[in-house]
T-cell receptor
Framework: DTEVTQTPKHLVMGMTNKKSLKCEQHMGHRAMYWYKQKAKKPPELMFVYSYEKLSINESVPSRFSPECPNSSLLNLHLHALQPEDSALYLC??????????????FGPGTRLTVT | QKEVEQNSGPLSVPEGAIASLNCTYSDRVSQSFFWYRQYSGKSPELIMSIYSNGDKEDGRFTAQLNKASQYVSLLIRDSQPSDSATYLCAVGVQGAQKLVFGQGTRLTINP
């Protein structure tokens, strides 16, 4: 089973709101990722957690705050977003293969609209 | 300079033919390569991974890797209309924990 779940599927929020995106996987993967994807563009990496520790932050603005409460859960806290932050937010997880490579499996995404 | 290059397409292929998708990358030390399929409005789906030079086959899909030429390709045999999607090439960097994606190739299979 390669299922990653994300909630909510859709989110509309104002620029002064605080909201959170949630991601969950039960595959025993120890790396989890947040990506942002704009229309007709590839996914753009935001954060990587490895063994529940933040290992990569791609210079993401502080209005995006990630959290990894345990090895199965990943949150993305949103505050004071801008309309240009409207996008599909994707969560992914992976586990090193015997060759040391990471096959990443994506969740269905949260479609975020900032008004 | 982009690290992963793909033709954006659209690539139009008749049903039943072979679709050929190509990708080049700039990081010579990369060791892991992936192809994702993304339907409109959906998330990327991993369809192939390849780590060694040569061909890797899975059903109608064949991935080809040539590290000397820094080239990865995906062949889809007996193309079906359901194969119409955007195909993303991804290369593992920074110890393969980070994926760098190409811009994607939009493929249309014409019945």
């Amino acid at each position: 089973d390669t299922e990653v779940t994300q909630t909510p599927k859709h989110l509309v929020m104002g620029m002064t709101n605080k909201k959170s995106l949630k991601c969950e996987q039960h595959m025993g993967h120890r790396a989890m990722y947040w990506y942002k994807q704009k229309a007709k563009k590839p996914p753009e990496l935001m954060f990587v957690y490895s063994y529940e520790k933040l290992s990569i932050n791609e210079s993401v603005p502080s209005r995006f705050s990630p959290e990894c409460p345990n090895s199965s859960l990943l949150n993305l806290h949103l505050h004071a977003l801008q309309p240009e932050d409207s996008a599909l937010y994707l969560c992914a997880s992976s586990h090193p293969t015997s060759g040391g490579s990471y096959e990443q499996y994506f969740g269905p995404g949260t479609r975020l609209t900032v008004t | 300079q982009k690290e992963v290059e793909q033709n954006s397409g659209p690539l139009s292929v008749p049903e039943g033919a072979i679709a050929s998708l190509n990708c080049t990358y700039s990081d010579r030390v990369s060791q892991s390569f992936f192809w994702y399929r993304q339907y409109s409005g959906k998330s990327p789906e991993l369809i192939m991974s390849i780590y060694s030079n040569g061909d890797k086959e899975d059903g109608r899909f064949t991935a080809q890797l040539n590290k000397a030429s820094q080239y990865v390709s995906l062949l889809i045999r007996d193309s079906q209309p359901s194969d119409s999607a955007t195909y993303l090439c991804a290369v593992g960097v920074q110890g393969a924990q980070k994926l760098v994606f190409g811009q994607g190739t939009r493929l249309t299979i014409n019945p």
